[in-house]
């Protein structure tokens, strides 16, 4: 698919998120550990956008203004707070890249590419899923955070231990969300080949890993 094959996203506009619900929850922390687990039996039932928002928040939202190096600070942590790893959500009809700072879900591509956040084997048995989370390394952002820029920001094999570090960290956020509002969420591999080019990303660019993210089967 060369760039002027990809579907445009000319006619998709930016989705304002719901203020995120920051009151007080019923499940604590530690029974939100206890739920926490990988759950692959996914319902196609879509989640509400209140949902999605306090999701994405969860996920690496802004959670102060005054955070390291004079940026905001985020609900999961990253290294010289670069805040290298972009989160991007495929859903039935598009894909968006969350905006943390204005809170809104920026579209990429157009079109159903949810698909493409499995493995080939895994495509066909999980294709309704309702929302794919997809998490891009920029390391550009990395390398040129306005934190504390040591050498090894630049060095590859350091490069990559943190951006799968801070994954990671994103992928448990959305994890620990997940077992206290009673969703299911599988972290899993992914068409990373196939996901670069529908994205349009840059070879700075590097997807990781997804995240399937619904209500459990049958419940």
Aim: net charge negative.
């Amino acid at each position: 698919m060369t760039s002027a094959e990809q579907p445009s996203i000319s006619n998709l506009p930016r989705i304002r998120l719901p203020v995120p619900r920051h009151a007080r929850r019923d499940v604590s922390l530690f029974e939100a550990l206890e739920r926490r687990r990988t759950i692959r039996q996914i319902s196609s039932a879509p989640i509400s956008l209140q949902t999605l928002s306090d999701l994405l928040w969860a996920a690496c939202g802004v959670n102060r203004t005054d955070g390291p190096f004079g940026v905001t600070g985020r609900t999961a942590a990253s290294a010289s707070n670069s805040q290298e790893i972009d989160v991007y959500v495929a859903m039935r009809d598009a894909v968006y890249r969350f905006d943390a700072l204005d809170l809104e879900l920026a579209p990429v591509a157009n079109g159903d590419l949810r698909g493409y956040a499995m493995t080939p084997d895994q495509r066909d048995a999980n294709a309704d899923i309702p929302v794919q989370l997809i998490y891009v390394a920029d390391i550009h952002r990395l390398t040129h955070t306005r934190g504390f820029r040591e050498p090894g920001l630049h060095d590859v094999e350091t490069q990559k231990a943190y951006y799968y570090v801070d994954a990671g960290m994103i992928s448990e956020n959305v994890y620990l969300f997940c077992a206290g509002e009673g969703l299911a969420a599988w972290f899993h591999n992914c068409d990373k080949t196939a996901l670069a080019l529908r994205l349009g990303l840059r070879e700075d660019q590097r997807v990781l890993f997804a995240q399937s993210v619904g209500y459990p089967e049958n419940v």
